[in-house]
């Protein structure tokens, strides 16, 4: 096992909160996202990356892969195999967290924690396992806990639980997991001193556990992802392909691309329509779709996602099982390309079904509906226009960092008034 440095060290800073006292803070992110696409990944890089820019100086932790280049966040990677399912079966915690909770990882939070930072950030329920550990140095410094959520995960995997035959291993399984999840979440949503969601419904599904004033949003940012990208293809010109962006990382994902591809492949074979799925995660998954159906073509990981972009007429946002914030929206509409989605599957962005977005209540209602405007260049660029109307300077990663900052700067500050009163800042929250 290999264990990067973990020594603080001053991050690039832009004028003016290069001149102002830096606060550390230890993010501790469970697996790399460096090197991922997916949409957790993402948030992560963009988020720790937006709060590097301004006065807070931003130490990553996690097992995985160290950035191909220097970024804001100092990085410490892990290069530890994650526990496998079957040794985290008795496990009070969830899969997602008891394979992370190895030696090595521990050894690595304890020394990070020793080099005292203000803050401590567990991003995502898979970094709960070392809550215990974060807990006590709250105790010993006074420092200050931050949860960065990604979905209310309670009612995600209970969704996808449900989603299983009851009696089956895997149905049975999944519901074991999911009350772990629950019992996990609701520890760390009533230990932390702050909690970030993404989307406002998410703040209020879990209000019953973390009061509002201890709750913020924080939406993504967006941000090309090619380097380069090409000039604007007038949608009249691109075939008449629809793209379904993501990755394919999770079993649930993958399940969810399934039932979409398997509602939409004869309609849209039917009507002469190609539906391109993209995006990286299982290659073995990938591999074994390949020749499986008659108008959908499973592309793996691109590198290129722009020039993807530009070859398409329409983007699709469908989850079945799970909903939240997708950050394809916004590769799609800021990018010029009409979206349609399923009821429930996008949330955080307002955009109306009809209006802004081609809907659909139904899989196959969706499918029928982009069946029926993928001629009409006029309507989908009316869509098009719409959407990149409303989406303008919403989403803002460096926002989103100042935000946070001024956030944490407050709590920090109270903790220390407090602890200067002769207060204790454990007893504050």
């Not at 939070?109 to 005292?116: M, P, Q, T, W």
């Not at 009061?211 to 992802?225: A, D, I, N, T």
């Not at 004869?266 to 990286?280: M, Q």
């Not at 990663?397 to 009163?421: Q, V």
Request: hydrophobic share 40%; proline share 4%; glycine share 10%.
């Amino acid at each position: 096992m290999d264990v990067g440095e973990h020594r603080w060290t001053p991050v690039t800073m832009s004028q003016p909160h290069a001149d102002r006292c830096a606060l550390r803070v230890l993010w501790l992110c469970g697996v790399s996202p460096n090197g991922v696409e997916s949409g957790l990944a993402m948030y992560t890089r963009g988020l720790t990356e937006a709060l590097a820019s301004t006065r807070c100086s931003v130490h990553g932790l996690a097992i995985g892969a160290a950035p191909a280049s220097s970024t804001g966040t100092r990085w410490t990677t892990i290069d530890a195999e994650p526990r496998s399912r079957r040794s985290s079966l008795l496990s009070p915690l969830p899969h997602i967290a008891a394979r992370l909770s190895t030696d090595g990882h521990r050894d690595a939070v304890a020394a990070a924690l020793d080099e005292g930072p203000d803050v401590v950030v567990v991003d995502h329920l898979m970094s709960g396992w070392c809550l215990r550990q974060v807990v006590t140095w709250r105790r010993r410094s006074g420092g200050r806990i931050v949860h960065v959520s990604h979905n209310h995960e309670t009612k995600v995997r209970s969704e996808w639980a449900r989603s299983q035959p009851k009696m089956s291993p895997r149905g049975l399984y999944l519901r074991i997991d999911a009350r772990r999840i629950a019992r996990l979440e609701r520890k760390l949503l009533r230990t932390a001193d702050l909690v970030t969601t993404i989307t406002l419904e998410d703040r209020r599904s879990v209000v019953h556990d973390v009061e509002f004033s201890r709750s913020m949003v924080l939406s993504p940012g967006w941000e090309r992802r090619s380097a380069g990208h090409p000039d604007p293809v007038p949608l009249s010109e691109r075939g008449r392909r629809v793209l379904l962006l993501g990755s394919l990382d999770w079993q649930a994902k993958r399940e969810n691309v399934v039932a979409v591809v398997t509602a939409f492949d004869t309609v849209f074979a039917e009507a002469g329509i190609e539906l391109v799925v993209a995006g990286g995660g299982d290659e073995v998954f990938v591999e074994a779709q390949q020749g499986s159906w008659h108008a959908a073509t499973f592309l793996g990981r691109v590198d290129d996602v722009d020039e993807l972009l530009a070859s398409c007429r329409v983007g699709l946002v469908a989850e079945p099982v799970g909903g939240g914030f997708k950050l394809k929206a916004l590769d799609y509409g800021y990018s010029g390309l009409p979206i349609a989605a399923l009821e429930g599957s996008m949330a955080g962005i307002d955009l109306a079904p009809g209006r802004d977005i081609i809907g659909g209540s139904t899989l196959d209602q969706l499918a029928r509906n982009i069946v029926e405007i993928i001629d009409s260049v006029s309507d989908l660029e009316r869509l098009a226009n719409r959407t990149q109307t409303k989406l303008r300077d919403r989403f803002d990663w460096l926002d989103r960092g100042r935000k946070l900052a001024d956030r944490l700067s407050k709590m920090t500050s109270e903790a220390h008034t407090i602890a200067d009163d002769g207060g204790t800042a454990e007893g504050t929250r």
